[in-house]
């Protein structure tokens, strides 16, 4: 089993990594949990929860869960394009500061315009979003691990270990 | 105006939102414990277990900086 490729798999899809080291049933809990929070994020703060420009951490932390990350990320540049054609809206700027400016014009370019599309007015959507990518990268570095080591599929069940001979080998 | 969609526009919660804390506290209970148990039978117990803990230790923290709001600072 290749570490790499279980790291792989772990980012791209939550609980890949365990699925291909043989242990479907945590990868599937840990897939259904750590994209249910994201999505649930996302839900609550709206496209821009995922906000590269002037979340940079938070942003960060999203991209961990791998293809749902993206996906988001993906449907909020389509949407803030879209809304930046329709209205007078400035075009983003890198940097803390300029960053700030931007989201600042953008936002009161869309108040302007009326459009009922905000950005989060709490942290509470971003912390469900960071925290499932956080919760990913610690499934990725146990599939790494797990991957490194050979543990392979699930340790076996209490009272069967295998005898001291075969233990020793 | 546009409408409103589903993961697009936010979803507005209020006072609320402080409710959100234990669904987030129990998916970390989960993810954590999915990786630590050595043997899933024992996990629906660590998990609430966990969950317990930390929702106490919360608490906790929350009466402790009230009190220090309160009466020391």
């Known amino acids: ?169 | 105006m546009i409408g409103w969609r589903l993961f697009v526009n936010p979803i507005e919660l209020g006072v609320n939102h402080v409710w959100l804390v234990l669904p987030l506290c129990a998916v970390l209970a989960v993810v954590y414990k999915t990786i630590r148990v050595p043997h899933l039978r024992q996990l629906p117990l660590q998990v609430l277990t966990l969950w317990a803990y930390i929702l106490l230790g919360l608490a906790g923290l929350g009466v402790a900086f009230f009190l220090l709001l309160e009466y020391v600072a």
């Open chain 1, 1 to 169: 089993m290749l570490p790499l490729l279980a790291g792989v798999l772990a980012w791209l899809i939550p609980g890949a990594g365990h699925v291909y080291l043989g242990r479907a049933v945590r990868g599937v809990i840990l897939c259904l949990c750590i994209n249910a929070l994201f999505w649930t994020g996302v839900a609550v703060g709206g496209v821009f929860t995922v906000e590269p420009v002037t979340q940079r951490w938070w942003f960060a932390a999203q991209m961990c869960t791998g293809a749902s990350g993206l996906a988001a990320w993906y449907r909020q540049d389509r949407v803030r394009d879209r809304i930046s054609a329709s209205i007078d809206a400035p075009a983003p700027r890198r940097g803390r500061a300029g960053g700030a400016a931007w989201q600042r014009e953008f936002t009161e370019a869309v108040i302007q315009d009326n459009l009922d599309l905000n950005y989060p007015s709490d942290t509470v959507a971003r912390a469900y979003s960071g925290v499932a990518g956080m919760l990913n990268l610690m499934a990725i570095f146990d599939a790494v691990m797990l991957a490194g080591l050979g543990r392979v599929g699930e340790p076996p069940p209490q009272g069967k270990q295998p005898p001291p001979e075969e233990r020793e080998k």
